[in-house]
Every structure is written in structure tokens, then in C-alpha cells.
């Protein structure tokens, strides 16, 4: 089935600093999706990519969607504490298969004020 | 509220027994979906319902899941004889169908525990 490798797996960074996470996937994706995750709850959309190519900001972040169809990457500038979380990419393949989401497998955030 | 609401939020039951999870997908959303998420790792694809179309239940990983959808709201995930492996959470999405530009909105889940 098809696979996404998220890295990196988790950061430590000081507040103020740049974060920038990358998915990788072996096969092509129609849509790509950044979600991020706090302890006890559900997956928040942060930013959809329908379009390779496609450069979408959402406040301080920025996502893209790979030319190839088969990357993206997201960046947070300015981190602040609150920015804490588990990040995950998502990709949809088109056809029958729009409503299956395949996950990467997270890149956990610490940010130290 | 608005959002995907799911019951319990926690579940602990015995090896052996059969569990119940409920999703109340957002209203007027016709498309709800099913995924596991086993500690420290991202979400596993289960089942999705669009409409009155069949099921798509390529995600199921074994004949004790399965899962039933009142028309357009209410969808119960029922596991059968649980295992030990079966701890995780299960979350539901909703989107208002399924299809290109309809991203995935998530409940809070519900922590299955099996003793």
C-alpha cells in the first residue's frame, strides 16, 4: 500500500526559531494535508494543497505542494510555545480512493520559551 | 456543538469482549470516516461511508470490525471478541462528501483500553 515517510520524527527548538518538516511518499497524491495533534484530541486541519506546485500560507504557516505530487513540506516561522504539537502530513489519491487519508507518521514539536 | 462529537471519549474492557464507539459526524456532512492510532503513531485508514453508496471497508483489519451508518448522521464502529491489539484510538472525520476539496474534519476519538 502506498507509504509516507514524515521526518523528522520530533524537534526541539527555542521560541523565535524556524521549523521546516517534509513527507515523502513513493506514489502520486492529488491532495495534500498538514494537521496537527495535541495530547486527547482529534487531528486540526491546518493547511489543504490541491495543486502541485501549490504555495499556501495559513498566518506563520507555509506549506507546498511538491511538483512531483509525491512530496510536500511545511514550515513554521517564528515558533512560539504554543505551536507544541504533533504535526502530520496526509495525502488523498484520486478515484475511488478519495475518502481514505494515508498518514505520515507524525513530527513531534517541543518548543522551550 | 459543531464539530464531529464521538463516545465514549475512554473505554476499558476485558479481553474478549465486543465495544460499541459512536460518531456524530458534522451536520449536514454527508461523508464520515473511521480511522485507528496506535500510541506514537499517525492514523490508520478503517472504513468510510458516502451517502447511501456502498461502504468502502478496505481499511477493516479483520472480519470481528465492522461498522453501520443511520443515513447521514449517526455511524457506530463495533469490534467483536476484542484483542490486546486493539488498544488505540479510533477517530472519526467528516467532510460534506467525499471527493477532491473536501478535507477531513476530526472528533477528539475514543481511548480503547484492553485488559
Known amino acids: 500500500g502506498q507509504q509516507l515517510n514524515q521526518s523528522p520524527q520530533s524537534m526541539f527548538i527555542q521560541e523565535g526559531e524556524d521549523v521546516s518538516m517534509n513527507c515523502t511518499s513513493s506514489?502520486?497524491?492529488?491532495?495534500w494535508l498538514w494537521y496537527k495533534q495535541e495530547p486527547g484530541e482529534g487531528p486540526v486541519l491546518l493547511i489543504a494543497?490541491?495543486?502541485?506546485?501549490e504555495l499556501t500560507s495559513n498566518g506563520r504557516l507555509t506549506a507546498q505542494f511538491g511538483i512531483t505530487r509525491k512530496d510536500s513540506f511545511l514550515n513554521i516561522s517564528a515558533s512560539i510555545p504554543s505551536d507544541v504539537g504533533i504535526y502530520f502530513c496526509?495525502?488523498?489519491?484520486?478515484?475511488?480512493?478519495?475518502?481514505?487519508?494515508?498518514f505520515g507518521q507524525g513530527t513531534i514539536l517541543t518548543v522551550h520559551p | 456543538g459543531a464539530g464531529v462529537s464521538q463516545s465514549p471519549s475512554n473505554k476499558v474492557t476485558e479481553k474478549g469482549k465486543d465495544v460499541e464507539l459512536r460518531c456524530d459526524p458534522i451536520?449536514?456532512?454527508?461523508?464520515l470516516y473511521w480511522y485507528r492510532q496506535r500510541l506514537g503513531q499517525g492514523l490508520e485508514f478503517l472504513i468510510y461511508?458516502?451517502?447511501?453508496?456502498?461502504?468502502?471497508k478496505s481499511g477493516l483489519p479483520s472480519d470481528r470490525f465492522s461498522a453501520e451508518r443511520t443515513g447521514e448522521s449517526v455511524s457506530t464502529l463495533t469490534i467483536q471478541r476484542t484483542q490486546q491489539e486493539d488498544s488505540a484510538v479510533y477517530l472519526c472525520?467528516?467532510?460534506?462528501?467525499?471527493?477532491?476539496?473536501?478535507?477531513?474534519?476530526f472528533g477528539d476519538g475514543t481511548r480503547l483500553s484492553i485488559l
Open positions: 472525520a467528516s467532510s460534506p462528501r467525499t471527493g477532491f476539496n473536501q478535507p477531513q474534519h
Open positions: 506514489s502520486i497524491f492529488n491532495t
Open positions: 494543497l490541491y495543486k502541485a506546485g
Open positions: 496526509a495525502g488523498q489519491s484520486g478515484g475511488t480512493s478519495y475518502g481514505k487519508l494515508t
Open positions: 451536520s449536514g456532512h454527508t461523508a
Open positions: 461511508f458516502q451517502g447511501n453508496s456502498a461502504p468502502d
